[in-house]
T-cell receptor
């Protein structure tokens, strides 16, 4: 059974204080790993897809990286508008596009 | 207007009532999904559909049914609602193109409370 574990559950940062969110996974054969952002009262919004170990993707202050066992979402010099819950999901080969989601990391960035 | 629209956004009902949640999309995607989100459990897949004639059960389909009325419309029904179906429900779509299947586009959610 595919599993995704995200840590920490919650993270509070001051503006400008860089940090990383972790997503550990076990999957029979990784087809893709996905990061989403979810604001309160909204549906998740797609951020990145990573396909193979060593791959990196960047968008503004966010950078996602992937190893064979985990992915990190690095947040550099965060701003209050980066406050959200960040979700990680995996897709395995042969699962017909079904994603297995983690429970998310709730990030709060304060002034 | 939102690309993926869910109705109703909020609903309170009683145990045993039949409830339908509706989803329509303007993205032109073939694939549509229904997920539920519960605190501490994350998003879990209820049903998914790859086209009008293709409906598949997800990991937690018991107590739910779906209908794909058209490429753009996918509804979720609870035939006899029970309190543990209280949750936030999301409809999502994805592109059939290679490499895009995991990029889901979500609606804003339907919060269902069963008393």
């Amino acid at each position: 059974e595919d599993q995704v574990t995200q840590s920490p559950e919650a993270l509070r940062l001051q503006e400008g204080e860089s940090s990383s969110l972790n997503c550990s996974y076990t999957v029979s054969g990784l087809r893709g790993l996905f990061w989403y952002r979810q604001d309160p009262g909204k549906g998740p919004e797609f951020l990145f897809t990573l396909y193979s170990a060593g791959e990196e993707k960047e968008k503004e202050r966010l950078k996602a990286t992937l190893t064979k066992k985990e992915s990190f979402l690095h947040i550099t010099a965060p701003k209050p508008e980066d406050s959200a819950t960040y979700l990680c999901a995996v897709q395995a080969y042969g699962t017909a596009s079904k994603l297995t989601f983690g429970t998310g990391t709730r990030l709060q960035v304060t002034l | 207007d939102a690309d993926v629209t869910q109705t109703p956004r909020n609903r309170i009902t009683k145990t045993g009532k039949r409830i339908m949640l509706e989803c329509s999309q303007t993205k032109g995607h073939d694939r549509m999904y229904w997920y539920r989100q519960d605190p501490g459990l994350g998003l879990r897949l209820i049903y998914y559909s790859f086209d009008v004639k293709d409906i598949n059960k997800g990991e937690i389909s018991d107590g739910y049914s779906v209908s794909r009325q058209a490429q753009a419309k996918f509804s979720l029904s609870l035939e006899s609602a029970i309190p543990n179906q209280t949750a936030l429900y999301f409809c999502a779509t994805s592109d059939l193109s290679q490499g895009k299947a995991g990029e889901l586009f979500f609606g804003e959610g339907s919060r269902l409370t069963v008393l």
